[in-house]
Structures are given as C-alpha cells and as structure tokens.
Nanobody, 122 residues
C-alpha cells in the first residue's frame, strides 16, 4: 500500500507565504515508482467541494486553478518522493484543508493524504 503525508500548513497573514510538502511512502511508491504517478494538490474549504489547486504530471508539466495562477507553484522531487506547493501572496480565500493526491492513470488508482490546514487571517 501507499501513504501520503502532508506538512507545512499553518496560520499566515494575508500576503504571506507557506510551503506545503507531501511525502510518499509504502510499497506502491517503492523504488522509482513514485515518478510514474501524477501528483496534485487539492483543497477543501468548509461548506465547499474539494477542488484541484495544482497538478504536476510525470513529465513535469504543471497546471493550476485560475484562482492561484501566478501565486502558487507546484514541484516534485522524484528522488525524495516528495511534491511541494509553494504558496505566495496568500489570501483569506485560500484558507482550506489542503490534500495531496497521487494518481496512476494506467489503473485509475488514486491515493490521498490526510490533509493539512492552511489558515489565512490577520
């Protein structure tokens, strides 16, 4: 099985920055397997549906929600089996629980982390 563990969340003032990390472990990510997973960051605010924030493919191409373009950057380090989300110029509307996702397209398999809370408030 596999496990994703997010970290880096917390309380930040509007305009501030946070860097989220998601570390993968377990048999499904063993060896070089991590690199064949597309990775994504999602978020869910109270009363709202979970939404895709940023994604990074196995080749390193990225995509972002319109609301975060120019402010957030997703990256991955396959050697460390970790994906990052650099969040700059945070706004109150960015507050949510942020979840990491690993997706293996060949078998339509999706693995989720437990989430990390991001609070943006003065």
């Amino acid at each position: 099985q596999g496990q994703l563990v997010e970290s880096g969340g917390g309380l930040v003032q509007p305009g501030g920055s946070l860097r989220l990390s998601c570390a993968a472990s377990g048999s499904i990510f063993s060896g070089t397997m991590f690199r064949i997973y597309a990775m994504g960051w999602y978020r869910q605010a109270p009363g709202k549906e979970r939404e895709l924030v940023a994604g990074i493919s196995t080749s390193g191409s990225t995509n972002y929600a319109d609301s975060v373009k120019g402010r957030f950057t997703i990256s991955r380090d396959n050697a460390k089996k970790t994906v990052y989300l650099q969040m700059n110029n945070l706004k109150p509307e960015d507050a949510a629980v942020y979840y990491c996702n690993a997706y293996l397209a060949s078998i339509s398999s999706s693995t989720w982390g437990q989430g990390t809370q991001v609070t943006v408030s003065s």
